[in-house]
């Protein structure tokens, strides 16, 4: 019997919908739906997909020592930006909680969560629907239908270079810092 069921999922949930303020909460059901429409697309399964949606945010809401601290125990290397920025962590502190508040341990779904903020080279097709999916599902402004429809006719790897470009030329044109390597990444996938 596989780890993932639907109870696990349940509880999962009900806890995303506890600590999130309600349209955080709201956001990640759009994200989990869209999780799941590109699981169906690329053949991967759409419990874990739904899991890795409705999870992706557990953490927004901790204060900046809390989500140093969970993070930490990710194991990961806490760049020094991330000092200047901990709410970047909260993907790394909620892949914590998945392991050991709900003992989650497919490395594929912590790996997917832990990295949906900023991405990394050489990503897992989980990780890589979870950023698509957190970057344009249908609450954000120019995430049209057609343009979804668009975006969803490439394959995941495509996606994920016009996902990441857009995002990276996004932050630059707002006059935000981009965090350390992202260039790098939005290069490994649109090349």
């Not at 759009?30 to 429409?37: E, G, I, L």
Request: hydrophobic fraction near 35%.
């Amino acid at each position: 019997m596989s780890e993932l069921t639907y109870k696990k999922i349940w509880q999962i949930k009900k806890y995303a919908k506890s600590v999130e303020k309600k349209t955080r909460y709201e956001h990640s059901k759009r994200v989990a739906k869209v999780c799941v429409q590109l699981a169906k697309q690329f053949g991967l399964k759409k419990k874990e997909a739904y899991l890795i949606g409705i999870s992706h945010d557990i953490c927004k809401h901790y204060d900046n020592e809390l989500m140093i601290n969970t993070a930490k125990k990710s194991g990961e290397e806490i760049q020094p930006f991330y000092l200047e920025d901990p709410h970047a962590l909260h993907g790394l502190a909620a892949g914590v909680v998945l392991r050991e508040k709900f003992f989650i341990s497919d490395e594929a779904l912590i790996e997917a969560v832990s990295n949906h903020v900023i991405g990394k080279i050489g990503m897992n097709d989980y990780s890589k629907i979870l950023y698509i999916a957190d970057k344009v599902e249908p609450g954000r402004k120019f995430s049209t239908k057609v343009y979804r429809k668009e975006l969803f006719s490439h394959t995941l790897d495509e996606m994920m270079g016009k996902v990441l470009k857009q995002s990276f030329d996004y932050v630059s044109k707002k006059g935000y810092k981009p965090y350390p390597g992202s260039k790098d990444i939005v290069d490994y996938y649109n090349r």
